[in-house]
């Protein structure tokens, strides 16, 4: 499988000549989505969740289809009759060859007076790949390669530190980072990769790597 990182939460991951992308927000890049068979939204803020970059992916593949949460799907379900579907905790598919389970309920807390949102997590091809989307959820099976949100209004070092040791994953790339500055990223580097018991890695945005 290969993985793209695109900017901030945006990753692509392509096999047996298919496209898979999540979380093609407003921090991504415009054409983020264009030539994915299948997009995947956690949930509906603006920098995981832009609806003209979605509906570029549909109209540019009609075959292409979007899964993803309620308040997502109730956006785009009226102009993209039967390639919308809605997804929560628990359900399982495949789509254009990658299988897809769901985990997780809802967002982490940014502050106790702004209420939770829902928000969902990815699970690829039997733990290949998870994405959490805005939570630190932990998925019932093995992860070989997490996507770590380091960088949150909703999080801090320390926990991103011990939400690696808890997953276990083999590796952790970087995603949800368009908030911290290249001056930052080695104190990230040096204590998320000398404390969180796996290997830690980061792409920019539009580099590749083979998982």
């Known amino acids: 499988m290969k993985f793209t990182k695109k900017s901030h939460s945006c990753v692509r991951l392509e096999k047996d000549g298919r496209t898979l992308v999540i979380d093609p927000g407003n921090f991504s890049e415009p054409d983020a989505a264009v030539g994915a068979d299948v997009v995947l939204v956690t949930h509906e803020h603006p920098d995981h969740f832009d609806e003209g970059r979605l509906r570029a992916a549909l109209e540019a593949n009609p075959e292409a289809g979007i ?66 989307g805005d939570a630190l959820t932990v998925p019932d099976q093995a992860v070989e390669t997490l996507m770590l949100p380091v960088m ?36 990230y580097d040096r204590q998320i990769g000398g404390l969180a018991d796996a290997e830690h890695l980061r792409l920019a945005p539009g580099t590749s790597a083979q998982l």
């Open 67 to 132: 899964w993803t949460l309620k308040s997502v799907a109730d956006q785009l379900a009226a102009a993209f009759p039967g390639r919308v579907h809605t997804v929560g905790h628990g359900d399982t598919f495949t789509a254009a060859g990658f299988d897809v389970q769901v985990h997780g309920e809802l967002h982490a807390v940014i502050h106790p007076d702004i209420p939770r949102i829902t928000n969902v997590g990815y699970l690829i091809d039997g733990g290949k790949v998870f994405h959490p």
């Open 152 to 187: 949150a209004p909703w999080n801090k070092i320390s926990e991103v530190i011990e939400y690696v040791r808890e997953v276990g994953p083999r590796r952790a790339y970087d995603v949800h980072d368009a908030l911290l500055t290249d001056l930052a990223r080695p104190i």
